[in-house]
């Protein structure tokens, strides 16, 4: 059975710093592309940062351009976003999802097949 789990949110002030995770088991993650969305309340899920299956091209929303860091680790089956600089409109539930069949990086939601359960990040100001 896939499983993405993601950890890593919680409470942070304006201008510090959060790593997300997202753990994967029970597919072949190298050949998936993964990407980070988030909904924050009232709102539409967006696409915040995705990644090819090497991790050798990236994409991110213009949002968090310079702030947001997406990368993978093959050998661990895990998927990371650090986020520096945050800002209260970062406040968002937080969610990984893979994405089968071609290397591109789709910033449709629509697109992605599996995902995680999602977590809390909090930005207060």
């Known amino acids: 059975q896939v499983q993405l789990v993601e950890s890593g949110g919680g409470l942070v002030q304006a201008g510090g710093s959060l790593r997300l995770s997202c753990a994967a088991s029970a597919f072949t993650f190298s050949r998936y592309v993964m990407g980070w969305f988030r909904q924050a309340p009232g709102k539409e899920r967006e696409f915040v940062a995705g990644?090819?299956?090497?991790?050798?091209?990236?994409s991110y929303a213009d949002s968090v351009k310079g702030r947001f860091t997406i990368s993978r680790d093959n050998a661990k089956n895990t998927l990371y976003l650090q986020m520096n600089s945050l800002k209260p409109e970062d406040t968002a539930v937080y969610y990984c999802?893979?994405?089968?069949?071609?290397?591109?990086?789709?910033?449709?939601?629509?697109?992605?097949?599996?995902w995680g359960q999602g977590t809390q990040v909090t930005v207060s100001s």
């Open positions: 999802a893979a994405r089968s069949g071609s290397n591109y990086v789709s910033v449709e939601a629509m697109s992605y097949d599996y």
């Open positions: 990644i090819s299956w090497s991790g050798g091209f990236t």
